[in-house]
């Protein structure tokens, strides 16, 4: 079964020019490098069963990597930046699509689960059969809390995780199921 991951990002603008010598000038891209790294990287293998998406808030574009079909990418920061420069300057790279999109569709189509620290603490709860959402370094922004509110929330316990850390942690949880 496929593990969906959505991610929100608050801070990058994917229609500005970037920089892979400076992620953070550009937002918090190395904040979803990282998320795209841990989705999909083993120290010896790679997840062909992760479907990731970003939602970009700033300029409503969502960004999909799918697991089974993607080549070419690594898990090193740097060299992912480098694809998403690429990607978002509307340049074609297997296994990725960035196109203008509708978070309201995603969570329809999806209905995922909202990782979030004050949720319901129970991880034999998570499965391979949710999709999961989780906010970025600032978490989740209030123009949606309606869309949100509608989500369950769970919770991974009572430290706050970066965002690819929680990432890494539903990975580790979904590996037992
Ligand atoms: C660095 S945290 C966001 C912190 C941000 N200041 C906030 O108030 O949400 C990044 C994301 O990781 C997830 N997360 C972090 N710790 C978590 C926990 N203990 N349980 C569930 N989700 C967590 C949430 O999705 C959160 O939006």
């Given at each position: ?7 929100i990002?608050?801070?990058v603008?994917?229609s ?6 400076s992620l ?15 989705a ?5 293998g ?71 620290i ?11 059969s ?23 929330k ?20 979904l590996?037992?199921?």
């Amino acid at each position: 079964m496929t593990r969906n991951f959505i991610i929100i990002s608050n801070t990058v603008d994917t229609s500005k020019p970037l920089s892979i010598n400076s992620l953070t000038s550009y937002g918090r891209l190395d904040v979803l490098c990282r998320c795209i790294s841990t989705a999909f990287f083993l120290s010896n293998g790679f997840r062909k069963d992760v479907l990731l998406y970003i939602y970009f808030t700033l300029d409503k574009s969502i960004l999909q990597i799918d697991g089974s079909t993607v080549r070419g990418i690594n898990p090193d920061e740097r060299a992912i930046a480098g694809i998403l420069k690429r990607v978002f300057q509307g340049l074609p790279f297997l296994g990725i699509r960035f196109y203008t999109g509708n978070l309201e569709e995603l969570l329809v189509n999806y209905k995922p689960v909202m990782l979030d620290i004050h949720g319901e603490g129970n991880p034999r709860n998570i499965t391979t059969s949710q999709s999961f959402l989780i906010g970025d370094h600032l978490g989740y922004p209030i123009e949606h809390t309606n869309l949100f509110s509608k989500l369950k929330k769970i919770s991974l316990g009572a430290n706050e995780y970066l965002s690819s850390q929680t990432i890494t942690v539903l990975n580790y949880i979904l590996d037992q199921d």
